[in-house]
């Protein structure tokens, strides 16, 4: 059964920082780019952050470059986002996203709220 679970979310004031996590089941994870998107309230899903399956390379949503850094432990199956400097339009719920792009295959955490209060 393959799963996606993601945690770390939480209230946090402007300016304070939070990792999320979101572990990882049922599948190769080591295979999979990982990714982290957002949805606020009343608006799309949006990319925040990605990895490459081997870490060797990592992209960024604009509005969080310098804040957010995307980390990943294969041994462990786990994918980070480590958020600084938080804002409160940074205020969301947070996803994880497994895709693997050769047998066009992906799969969705249920996420994490993330509140940033100012």
């Known amino acids: 059964q393959v799963q996606l679970v993601e945690s770390g979310g939480g209230l946090v004031q402007a300016g304070g920082s939070l990792r999320l996590s979101c572990v990882a089941s049922?599948?190769?994870?080591?295979?999979?780019?990982m990714n982290w998107y957002r949805q606020a309230p009343g608006k799309e899903r949006e990319f925040v952050a990605g990895?490459?399956?081997?870490?060797?390379?990592?992209n960024y949503a604009d509005s969080v470059k310098g804040r957010f850094t995307i980390s990943r432990d294969n041994a462990k199956k786990t994918v980070y986002l480590q958020m600084k400097s938080l804002k409160p339009e940074d205020t969301a719920v947070y996803y994880c996203?497994?895709?693997?792009?050769?047998?066009?295959?992906?799969?969705w955490g249920q996420g994490t709220q993330v509140t940033v209060s100012s």
């Open positions: 049922g599948f190769t994870f080591s295979s999979y780019t």
């Open positions: 990895i490459s399956s081997t870490a060797g390379s990592t």
């Open positions: 996203k497994a895709r693997w792009g050769l047998i066009n295959r992906e799969y």
